[in-house]
């Protein structure tokens, strides 16, 4: 079993920066491919961005390339979400996520097996 802790949100004025934290369990977390999410209020959840296992791909959703920047480190079994330039439209509860079983389709939610509880980054304009 895989638990997974988010950490770093908070308030932040628009054009403000915030980094995301994910923590895993796990002793095999360099196997994980991982991602971020997140859910706006009465919003469906969407991708926000991906890393592979070894960190040699990378992969954003349009809205946030060039403004945030996902990375980890294995050796301390986390992955970061560094968010630059936020907009109040990027307001919404961030999620991580990770595979160890599935390694196409990583733009959708279904694909994860696991999943932290949440930590809301609100950006006041």
């Known amino acids: 079993q895989v638990q997974l802790v988010e950490s770093g949100g908070g308030l932040v004025q628009a054009g403000g920066s915030l980094r995301l934290s994910c923590t895993a369990s796990?002793?095999?977390?360099?196997?994980?491919?991982m991602a971020w999410f997140r859910q706006a209020a009465g919003k469906e959840r969407e991708f926000v961005a991906r890393i592979s296992w070894d960190s040699s791909t990378k992969d954003y959703t349009d809205s946030v390339k060039g403004r945030f920047t996902i990375s980890r480190d294995n050796a301390k079994n986390t992955m970061y979400l560094q968010m630059n330039s936020l907009k109040p439209e990027d307001t919404a509860v961030y999620y991580c996520?990770?595979?160890?079983?599935?390694?196409?389709?990583?733009?959708?939610?279904?694909?994860?097996?696991?999943w932290g509880q949440g930590t809301q980054v609100t950006v006041s304009s």
């Open positions: 996520a990770a595979t160890t079983t599935t390694a196409f389709g990583l733009r959708f939610g279904g694909s994860y097996d696991y």
């Open positions: 796990g002793r095999t977390f360099s196997t994980y491919r």
